[in-house]
């Protein structure tokens, strides 16, 4: 029988902002963050230079895929999350900035961290305390240590506790 191998995370927290923040002007931009429709999908692909196979992640049972966007500019996409509601944590199957939100040239800093601490907001509405957790890549565990206080429980799997993730929500989500 062929064992599921997870998938392991790769995405860099450039910056712990509050909301997300313009990396020219150093603006903060309140953000929202709501499902990814099939009628949106259609723009996210590697045509538009996004990494990830987001139309076959919208369609796995028992996954919710959430877009970021602007308050007041939903129609451009900042960065996708994929999630799944776990028995007592909420697990992270895949994370990404849109293509212009990488590299040295990036429009805006602090997606990431948006999508994690959304992550962690999420878990609290499923009554699962804000654990969160997730797979690195072997060179980022010491990154999510650093940037988002998670801990290296074994091996690759990270998890966010409790405390880690209020910090987090208060950072991102201050009302």
Same mark, same amino acid.
């Given at each position: 029988?062929?064992?599921?191998?997870?998938?392991?995370?790769?995405?860099?927290?450039?910056? /712990?902002?509050?909301?997300?923040?313009?990396?020219?002007? #150093?603006?903060?931009?309140?953000?929202?963050?709501?499902? /990814?429709?099939?009628?949106?999908?259609?723009?996210?692909?590697?045509?538009?230079?996004?990494? !990830?196979?987001?139309? +076959?992640?919208?369609?796995?049972?028992?996954?919710?895929? !959430?877009? /970021?966007?602007? *308050?007041?500019?939903?129609?451009?996409? @900042? #960065?996708?999350?994929?999630?799944?509601?776990?028995?007592?944590?909420?697990?992270?199957?895949?994370?990404?900035?849109?293509?212009?939100?990488?590299?040295?040239?990036?429009?805006?800093? #602090?997606?990431? $961290?948006?999508?994690? *601490?959304?992550?962690?907001?999420?878990?609290? @509405?499923? *009554?699962?305390?804000?654990?969160?957790?997730?797979?690195?890549?072997? *060179?980022?565990?010491?990154?999510?240590?650093?940037? /988002? $206080?998670?801990?290296?429980?074994? #091996?690759?799997?990270?998890?966010?506790?409790?405390?880690?993730?209020?910090?987090?929500? @208060?950072?991102?989500?201050? +009302?």
């Amino acid at each position: 029988m062929k064992r599921k191998q997870s998938s392991q995370l790769d995405f860099i927290v450039d910056k /712990l902002t509050n909301s997300i923040e313009n990396a020219r002007s #150093g603006d903060s931009f309140p953000t929202s963050i709501s499902l /990814l429709t099939s009628e949106e999908i259609k723009g996210v692909n590697k045509k538009s230079e996004w990494r !990830f196979d987001w139309h +076959n992640e919208i369609n796995r049972s028992k996954r919710e895929v !959430f877009k /970021l966007t602007i *308050a007041n500019n939903p129609k451009i996409i @900042q #960065g996708i999350i994929s999630l799944e509601v776990k028995p007592d944590h909420i697990y992270m199957h895949l994370i990404e900035s849109a293509p212009f939100n990488i590299g040295r040239d990036k429009t805006y800093f #602090g997606v990431p $961290g948006n999508l994690v *601490a959304f992550a962690c907001q999420y878990s609290f @509405q499923h *009554a699962n305390d804000g654990y969160v957790s997730f797979i690195a890549k072997t *060179a980022l565990i010491n990154h999510y240590i650093d940037t /988002l $206080g998670a801990i290296n429980v074994s #091996g690759h799997l990270m998890v966010i506790n409790t405390k880690t993730a209020l910090d987090l929500i @208060q950072r991102y989500f201050q +009302n």
